[in-house]
C-alpha cells in the first residue's frame, strides 16, 4: 500500500512538472534564445522550480555555518553532494540573482518540450565522451563570461551503491573555479537521499535540511580545494 502511494505521488510530480513546464515553456524558450536575455528566462526557471519543489510537499531549511554571505554581484562555482533528483530544484532556490546554468547529462535533450528548454539553459555533457567531458570547462567559461554562475556536482554523478555517504570528487569544479578566479560555494544537502531516492517505491515530503558549509576563495591549489570541499561536506553528512 505504501508503495502504490508513492507512485502516486510521483505521478503527480511528474504530471505537476509537465503542467508548470507547459505554462512557462513560451517565456523560457523566447527569452533564451539571446545569451543576455537568459537572467530574464531564469525567472520563469525559478518558478517553475518553486513550484514543483513546494507542490510535492517539500520545504527547506537553510543553516549557515560561515559568517560569510552570497553575494548577489559575483558569479559563483556551486557545488554540493548528489543523491537525488530534488537536488537539481535547491540551487535554483537558493540563488535568486545568480543566473544558473547546470551541468548536465546529454541523454536529457530527448524527453519533450523539457529537452528544448534544457540545452538552452544547460551546458551538456556526454559521460562516455572524453571529448565531451573536456569540453565541458571551456563552455563554463564562456556561460560565466556572459554572466552566469554554474552548479557542478562534482561527485559526477549519484553513487551506484547507496551506502556511499559521499563519492570521491572530480577536477572540474575545481578546475573552473581556480581558472575563472570565481570562489566555490559550497553546500550539504540533508535529506533528499531518504525523501526522494532514486528507487521509485520510496520516499516522503518534508523538511530539507540545506548546510551553507563556506565560500572558498580560488587561491588555493586545485587539489586543496578538492579535498577542502570533500571534508567539509562528509563531514556535515557524517553528522546529521
Known amino acids: 500500500m505504501k508503495r502504490a502511494l508513492n507512485y502516486l505521488w510521483r505521478g503527480w510530480m511528474v504530471l505537476l512538472a509537465g503542467i508548470l513546464l507547459i505554462l512557462f515553456f513560451i517565456p523560457v524558450y523566447l527569452l533564451s534564445i539571446k545569451k543576455e536575455h537568459y537572467k530574464y528566462a531564469y525567472f520563469f526557471v525559478r518558478l517553475w522550480c518553486k513550484g514543483v519543489f513546494y507542490g510535492m510537499g517539500f520545504r527547506y531549511e537553510l543553516i549557515n555555518q560561515t559568517n560569510k554571505k552570497i553575494d548577489k554581484n559575483q558569479q559563483y562555482v556551486i557545488i554540493a553532494n548528489h543523491t537525488s533528483i530534488v537536488d537539481i530544484f535547491i540551487p535554483v532556490l537558493l540563488f535568486p540573482h545568480h543566473p544558473i546554468c547546470f551541468v548536465g547529462k546529454k541523454e536529457l535533450v530527448k524527453i519533450p518540450i523539457f529537452g528544448t528548454i534544457y540545452k538552452r539553459i544547460c551546458v551538456m555533457v556526454d559521460r562516455s565522451s572524453p571529448k565531451s567531458r573536456a569540453e565541458v570547462y571551456e563552455r563554463c567559461a564562456e556561460r560565466m563570461e556572459e554572466g552566469d554562475s554554474i552548479v557542478i556536482f562534482p ?17 572540474g569544479a575545481f578546475i573552473l573555479s581556480n581558472k575563472h ?7 550539504t544537502f540533508v535529506g533528499p537521499k531518504e525523501m526522494f531516492p532514486f528507487d521509485h517505491g520510496k520516499g516522503y515530503p518534508g523538511k530539507i535540511k ?13 587539489q586543496e580545494l578538492k579535498e577542502v570541499s570533500h571534508n567539509l561536506i562528509k563531514f556535515t553528512l557524517q553528522n546529521n
Open 181 to 187: 578566479q570565481s570562489p566555490l560555494a559550497v553546500f
Open 210 to 222: 540545506i548546510y551553507f558549509n563556506d565560500i572558498l576563495e580560488p587561491t588555493k591549489n586545485i
Open 155 to 171: 561527485e559526477g554523478g549519484v553513487p551506484d551503491d547507496m551506502s556511499v555517504i559521499l563519492d570521491k570528487f572530480k577536477d
